[in-house]
């Protein structure tokens, strides 16, 4: 059973527009209109897989963005980090393999804010990344590697 008011046609760019027509016909689907998002995820795949999910780079951003202004302590930091900025992705990164850079990009954003104490200070970040990443077992933070955890959802 389809639900002919959700359902929508996407066609390839060589397709006629007579068997275009025809299927619609075929199928009672009245539009060919599609939608850019489904569930967060584009639905149209380009070649740049940069440019295809640059939106979770921009949503991990803006929502540090919105907490930078703020002073918190690191355990204040390190719930908002593993509670929201490590979800954002995780849904694409269980249905794609994200680039390696796009990954670092968002890894180097969450390092930057976790070291960071005011906007305009530098920034000293006296553990490296990797480390950071480590178990809690390990005696570290247990911050979740965007690229291993990507591999980790694929995998499933």
Same mark, same amino acid.
């Given at each position: 059973m389809m639900n002919k008011e959700k359902l929508t046609m996407m066609f390839n760019k060589n397709s006629r527009e007579y068997d275009k027509v025809n299927l619609m016909l075929v199928l009672d689907v009245n539009t060919k209109v599609h939608n850019d998002m489904y569930l967060c995820l584009q639905v149209y795949m380009g070649r740049s897989k940069v440019k295809t999910f640059a939106y979770v780079k921009d949503r991990v951003w803006k929502r540090i963005q919105g907490w930078k202004e703020k002073l918190l302590s690191k355990a204040r930091k390190e719930i908002l980090i593993k509670a929201i900025v490590q979800a954002i992705p995780s849904y694409a990164m269980s249905c794609f393999d994200l680039t390696k850079t796009l990954c670092d990009a968002i890894g180097t954003m969450v390092s930057r804010y976790w070291w960071a104490q005011q906007e305009k200070e530098n920034k000293m970040h006296w553990i490296s990344w990797e480390t950071l990443c480590r178990r809690k077992e390990a005696g570290r933070?247990? /911050?979740?590697?965007?690229? #291993? /955890?990507? #591999?980790a959802m694929l995998a499933r």
């Open positions: 933070f247990g /911050f979740r590697d965007p690229h #291993l /955890f990507n #591999l």
